[in-house]
């Protein structure tokens, strides 16, 4: 068998590299590489629980709120907090428009030229695309007039000779499949989608105080104050612009990403039928509608799906969560073949793999930055796919009725979820019911506030006097829904400081190299049996892979505490 080398995958956060043996026009076998590592985890030890936040967010440029909000739940659920109702729908606001912006970025910019020949655009008729777009949406930038516009700017563009990112594209590829018309379209909303997204994450700066790395979230509640006769608090006018908002974000997922994700996928309905992966799906939960910390008053449910087999929900134990290092360039005490939990989990890297430039990574033993994390010794994808195939199987209402809306107008049955299109897809799905959920905790907040309830922090336990300092230890951990997949921080706490603290990360769980049993992780898995039209110009494996949306910035955080140098990158 050839073997081919994609390295790095672009159009991600992080750096990538996959390795594919191809025979017969199709993956036999790949492997998943992480090539480079950044640090976090140790820097953490010593230091005040409550702060923990403030750095896990830095493992990543991109997902800050997510691990400022999984950091925070773990030192709650390690100290016994329970947060005010306003800080519950705070956040979930906040990590709510968070999921909106990220999955339309994602769409658009990332994982579209899978899909889209930009360069076909320059060959369509405005007039023609005028009528595609008016058929499956009435937004108002439909004209012949618009697309005629945006034709001009592209062609402005290619003259220009200059084409940055998009000059080694695989444009031409047989694989693509979109009507010139088609393609102009999607070109059209690629460019709207850049001025919308920018707009609507407007709120992180409302509730957050800026975006990335918000600064308002907190040990017990959030740092924000409320009160409608501040201007420098939550008021009313806040308020209403984040309502206005909302409303922009509800309409560009109705009218535009939608729509299009659908007219696209339309074209591509073999990919129903490829990149199915591992076939368990691991998902937390997500969004409180109480402070109970009760599972089942989760608006996303939290659960675990085995075999494909949607007929049966599994609970999630998070002692069943362990990490195995046979295959990545880390060492455990103990040796090799073992997995550890995150609260017993080590982070020492033992770099002993080729020194670049490299052909081929020593794929039979180490060959990636990120652990292999299991459930219960099992492969688990996490992830938008992961989250809605929980939510089907526990019977959640506004999920069967839109998973089954976008299936029927597919024309494909549920099993066309198990793919590369099905994960593609279900992010898609997920945006829009999220933006008709956020108007409602809106007005739940606001209903609050009219009531008179001004709490936004519960700081019962703040002052680490009333910790434990006999020397007992405190278990927490927190888990978060990120837009790529469920995120767990676990934490333990002795005499008040951080004794130990580790993070199992959405693309750590899909990225996954071979465990200690040589399973697959779900990158790996996905894409066996991809079909390649052209193994030089491999577009079929960008496609499942983006599919995923891959952060390695938040897979592999680890530094030597010692300052010695680990492995040196040449930037050129």
């Known amino acids: 068998m050839d073997k081919i080398v994609i390295d790095p995958i672009t159009r991600i956060e992080g750096h990538l590299r996959i390795e594919a043996a191809v025979e017969g026009g199709r993956v036999q076998d790949a492997w998943s590489s992480s090539t480079m590592f950044r640090g976090i985890e140790k820097i953490l030890k010593t230091r005040d629980p ?15 709120t997510v691990h400022s909000i999984a950091s925070i739940r773990c030192v709650e659920n390690a100290l016994k907090i329970k947060i005010p109702a306003n800080a519950e729908l705070i956040r979930n606001i906040i990590i709510g428009i968070q999921n909106v912006q990220d ?24 007039a023609g695309t005028a009528r595609l777009a008016a058929s499956i949406s009435d937004w108002p930038n439909n004209s012949a007039t618009y697309f005629k516009a945006v034709q001009d700017k592209l062609q402005a563009f290619v003259n220009t000779g200059r084409l940055g990112p998009f000059a080694n594209a695989y444009w031409g590829h047989p694989a693509y499949r979109l009507p ?3 393609n102009l379209l999607a070109t059209a909303h690629y460019l709207e989608a850049l001025d919308w997204q920018k707009e609507v994450i407007r709120i992180h700066a409302i509730l957050g105080s800026k975006n990335p790395h918000p600064q308002t979230f907190l040990v017990g509640g959030m740092a924000i104050a409320i009160d409608p006769d501040s201007q420098t608090a939550l008021n009313d006018q806040k308020l209403s612009e984040i309502r206005g908002l909302l409303k922009k974000a509800q309409q560009f997922v109705e009218k535009v990403y939608l729509p299009d994700l659908k007219a696209i996928a339309s074209f ?4 129903a039928g490829i990149g199915g992966g591992v076939g368990n799906f691991l998902s937390y939960g997500e969004y409180p509608q109480d402070n109970s910390g009760k599972s089942e008053m989760l608006w996303m449910p939290r659960g675990i799906i085995l075999n494909q087999d949607l007929s049966k929900l599994h609970p999630v134990d998070h002692l069943k969560i362990s990490e195995y290092v046979d295959h990545s360039w880390y060492s455990y005490t103990d040796g090799p073949g073992k997995g550890l939990h995150p609260w017993s989990g080590e982070t020492e890297a033992r770099y002993t793999g080729p020194q670049p430039p490299y052909k081929e990574l020593d794929t039979d033993h180490k060959y990636s930055w990120v652990k292999a994390p299991r459930y219960a010794d099992k492969p688990m994808e996490v992830g938008p796919l992961a989250r809605l195939l929980v939510a089907y199987a526990a019977g959640h209402k506004e999920v069967k009725a839109a998973v089954n809306g976008v299936l029927s107008d597919l024309k494909v ?14 992010r898609g799905i997920e945006t829009l019911l999220i933006t008709r959920e956020l108007p409602k905790w809106l007005d739940q907040l606001v209903g609050n506030i009219a009531g008179g309830d ?24 927190g888990w978060h829904e990120a837009p790529r997949g469920a995120l767990g921080h676990w934490i333990r706490i002795k005499d008040k400081q951080i004794l130990n603290y580790q993070a199992v990360v959405p693309s750590t769980w899909n990225a996954s190299p071979r465990d200690a049993k040589g399973l697959r992780g779900p990158y790996e898995a996905a894409l066996v049996g991809t079909p390649l039209a052209d193994p030089t110009k491999p577009l079929e494996i960008l496609r499942t892979i983006h599919s995923f949306d891959p952060c390695l910035a938040c897979a592999v955080h680890v530094v030597d505490p010692d300052g010695s140098e680990l492995v040196r990158v040449k930037v050129l």
């Open 50 to 64: 409550r702060d923990a936040w403030y750095f896990t967010q830095r493992f990543c440029g991109v997902c800050t």
């Open 103 to 126: 999955h339309v970025i994602h769409f658009y910019h990332l994982h579209a030229l899978d899909w889209v020949d930009i360069t076909s655009a320059l060959k369509a008729d405005p």
């Open 180 to 182: 010139p018309e088609a």
């Open 268 to 271: 591509y309905k073999e990919w």
């Open 413 to 426: 049955g549920p099993e066309a979820l198990f793919s590369t299109l099905g994960r593609t897809a279900a």
């Open 454 to 477: 001004l709490t936004i922090h519960n700081g019962e336990k703040w002052d680490p006097s009333s910790w434990h300092s006999d020397g007992k230890i405190l278990d927490g951990y």
